[in-house]
């Protein structure tokens, strides 16, 4: 992942809003930001100034309310953090990582499900 594409905390924590929301405003993403934490809307408008300067989001101007999208997509930044957690946090062991989530959070039925359906696709490749 080249430099510019590996966003900061408060960063990742916008594209997760757009990843979800697909297109927002500044006001939409601040908005939703100032549910949990106490931060100005010229905050969040620089930081998605500074994202957009770095290539991490685009933004349509044809209107007066510019309006944002995510260019790196979720995929490639979980792949990457995800990586980075294996090598850095559980000595690059992905069963380490799968037990310490296993263990330390409840997954549903669901969840477990889809595992399981994992476990048996990569035994029987």
């Known amino acids: 992942m080249p430099k510019t594409f590996r966003p900061t905390e408060s960063e990742l924590e916008i594209l997760s809003i757009l990843w979800e929301k697909e297109l927002a405003t500044v006001r939409d993403v601040h908005d939703i930001i100032y549910q949990t934490k106490e931060v100005g809307y010229t905050t969040t408008l620089k930081l998605m100034q500074i994202m957009h300067e770095k290539g991490l989001v685009s933004r349509n101007v044809d ?63």
């Open 63 to 125: 209107s007066k309310t510019h309006i944002y999208k995510a260019e790196l997509e979720k995929e490639k930044a979980q792949d990457h953090y995800l990586g980075k957690m294996i090598k850095t946090l559980f000595s690059g062991s992905s069963s380490k990582l799968v037990l310490q989530a296993l263990g330390s959070h409840n997954p549903s039925q669901k969840e477990l499900l889809e595992i399981k359906q994992l476990i048996d696709k990569l035994e029987n490749k």
